[in-house]
């Protein structure tokens, strides 16, 4: 039972449009969201999050924006660059303790 | 600065054989430490926890075990590796009230 999901595997986007990426979640105890970046051979690196009391925060070109009510979230980037490929990951936490990721979408940034 | 360090990098070892994997946190006390497996189309799976020297908590039941011998130090250990095991581990650490992981550089397992 996938409690977080994310159902592209894959985008691909502009250099200088926006990508969207979207996650699902199921469990609504989870109260803390977070979106990591991969390459490969690495491990994932934090990227921004979000309070579920939030709807929506904002790190420079990235924003994350959170439906509580639909168990939806997604982030943005804009504007979008090449060296934004990577995987992404989007997970979810309750309490602050375990944290359940999704499958990951991969972004292509196409110059 | 906290940092994380695992390993090895890569490894290559027959059906059958044991597995050990370290990961080691300098720079913060008393973190929560966690092992996670990237499968394709999976994702991160959580596999182990820690909240302290000795506390491990498994979350799927396979062929793995994680143990905790001090503050800072975690290990990842099979007795018999099978094929199944094959996959990208990944130690991670919290620091409580803040959920943001860090994660290692982690290791590819490669049973044959």
């Known amino acids: 039972d996938q409690q977080v999901k994310q159902n592209s595997p894959s985008l691909s986007v502009q250099e200088g449009r926006i990508s969207i990426l979207n996650c699902d979640y199921t469990?609504?105890?989870?109260?803390?969201f977070l979106w990591y970046k991969k390459y490969p051979a690495e491990g994932p690196t934090f990227l921004i999050s979000i309070s579920s009391i939030k709807d929506k925060n904002e790190d420079g070109r990235f924003t994350v924006f959170l439906n509580k009510r639909a168990k939806h979230l997604s982030l943005h980037i804009v504007p979008s660059q090449p060296g934004d490929s990577a995987v992404y990951f989007c997970?979810?936490?309750?309490?602050?303790?375990?944290?359940?990721f999704g499958a990951g979408t991969r972004l292509f940034v196409k110059a | 600065s906290q940092t994380i360090h695992q390993w090895p990098a890569t490894l290559v070892q027959p059906v059958g054989s044991p597995l050990s994997l370290e990961c080691t946190v300098e720079g913060t006390s008393n973190p929560n430490l966690y092992w996670y497996r990237q499968a394709a189309g999976r994702g991160l799976q959580l596999l182990f926890y820690?909240?302290?020297?000795?506390?491990i908590s498994s979350e799927v039941p396979q062929n793995l075990s994680a143990s905790r011998p001090q503050d800072r130090q975690f290990i990842l250990s099979s007795k018999k590796l099978l094929l199944s095991d094959s996959g990208f581990y990944l130690c991670?650490?919290?620091?409580?009230?803040?959920?943001?992981?860090?994660f290692g550089q982690g290791t590819r397992l490669t049973v044959v």
């Open positions: 997970a979810a936490s309750s309490g602050g303790f375990k944290t359940i």
């Open positions: 991670a650490w919290t620091r409580p009230p803040n959920t943001e992981a860090f």
């Open positions: 469990n609504s105890m989870f109260d803390y």
């Open positions: 820690s909240v302290g020297i000795g506390q």
